[in-house]
């Protein structure tokens, strides 16, 4: 039980949306997946934010906003148009919260306002993912 814990919070770290199915197929309660899975990422993006500043400059160093910036692509145009709250909604969907943190730094989102956006991010799809994981368990188990 504790290795599937274990891995269940890695999932959660690394990408979101792959922790809840992989926890609901290891044959854990969905509640339970959804709050390791979202501890996970809520950690993940918590060590990128504490770590801010080098994370920042590390990024900046490979041009990373510059990148950004240039494309316009999804993420840029998600920062632009809703700010540190969508930004922290949505990364853990897009990203995934380290690498949305540290994204969000980047961009110049305030630290102590990126993380409680991340973390209620985090939560939201770990509860959306964990119940759509159920359903479909329940779905075509019975």
């Known amino acids: 039980m504790a290795w599937k814990l274990l891995i269940l919070f890695a999932l959660g770290v690394a990408e979101l949306w792959a922790a809840a199915p992989a926890g609901v197929a290891m044959g854990l309660d969905p509640v339970l997946v959804c709050l390791v899975a979202a501890a996970g990422a809520v950690s993940g993006g918590?060590?990128?934010?504490?770590l801010?500043?080098?994370v920042k400059a590390w990024l900046e160093k490979r041009r990373k906003r510059e990148?950004?910036?240039e494309k316009r692509g999804l993420l840029f145009r998600v920062w632009q148009r809703y700010g540190?709250?969508?930004w922290g909604l949505l990364a853990?969907?897009?990203v995934g919260s380290p690498l949305g943190a540290a994204f969000g730094l980047v961009l110049g989102a305030p630290p102590r306002r990126l993380l409680p956006w991340l973390a209620a991010g985090s939560v939201l799809w770990s509860v959306v993912f964990s119940t759509v994981a159920a359903l479909g368990v329940r779905i075509i188990g019975g």
């Open 46 to 50: 918590t060590v990128v934010i504490l």
């Open 52 to 54: 801010g500043e080098r």
């Open 67 to 69: 990148r950004l910036e």
């Open 84 to 86: 540190v709250i969508g």
């Open 92 to 94: 853990p969907l897009l």
